[in-house]
């Protein structure tokens, strides 16, 4: 079955603008997660959503916002982008609800702010 | 709250060689999952092996297999025979068993590099 898809691969934007990502979970699964790597401070949790609602959120400004469709894709708004959100977005997809503890993930939206 | 220390920042064996990655963790949950992931330069997070911690069997998948001790909060990865494609970034997880919220908490990592 196909894996997570994110897009796009790469993006460039300038300091100020607003930036939109994008990630299609496996196909059944309901659970979307996102996650910001940076060299700095690794791999941290931005937020999860289940049945298009949030059901946690990390330690983040509000400028990063999330949500998800129906049909469980997921798209994740980062606002006002600063230089310190350069860093590489992994999205995972999870079927928990259905006992399948694990998560799947994307390979990742490199995001360079200028 | 959990924490997870990945000790080795770096490590570097030569082909068809055993290493072991190690992995500290701290939490009070008594049920969770911890688990290993893979992280080549192609940048996919990759799904290496996974233990549950009411499981008291160590996981094993192919080459790769744990050494979970639950007393002392260690989740070690062992890879026997390594390959040139084992060459990557691995990251140790957990996570808490719940019903509810899902979140991964990772280690900082460890750069594994295989040497022909």
């Known amino acids: 079955k196909a894996g997570v898809t994110q897009t796009p691969r790469y993006l460039i934007k300038t300091r100020g603008q607003q930036v939109t990502l994008s990630c299609s979970p496996i196909s059944g699964h309901r659970s979307v997660s996102w996650y910001q790597q940076t060299p700095g401070q690794g791999l941290q949790f931005l937020f999860e959503y289940f049945s298009e609602t949030q059901r946690n959120k990390g330690n983040f400004p509000g400028r990063f916002s999330g949500r998800q469709f129906s049909n469980s894709r997921s798209e994740m708004n980062v606002s006002t982008l600063e230089l310190g959100d350069s860093a590489l977005y992994l999205c995972a997809s999870s079927a928990w609800d259905r006992g399948e503890y694990g998560y799947t993930f994307g390979s990742g939206t490199r995001l360079t702010v200028v | 709250a959990q924490t997870v220390t990945q000790s080795q920042p770096e490590m570097s064996v030569q082909e068809a060689e055993t290493v072991t990655l190690s992995c500290t963790y701290d939490t009070s949950e008594s049920n969770y999952y911890l688990f290993w992931y893979k992280q080549p330069p192609s940048r996919q997070m990759i799904l290496v092996i996974r233990?549950?911690?009411?499981?008291?069997q160590n996981a094993t998948e192919n080459r790769f297999s744990v050494n979970f001790q639950k007393a002392a909060k260690s989740f070690s990865l062992k890879i026997s025979d390594s390959q040139l494609g084992d060459t990557a970034m691995y990251f140790c997880a957990f996570m808490k068993h719940s019903q509810g919220a899902q979140k991964l908490v990772f280690g900082q990592g460890t750069r594994l590099t295989i040497n022909p």
């Open positions: 233990q549950e911690a009411y499981k008291q």
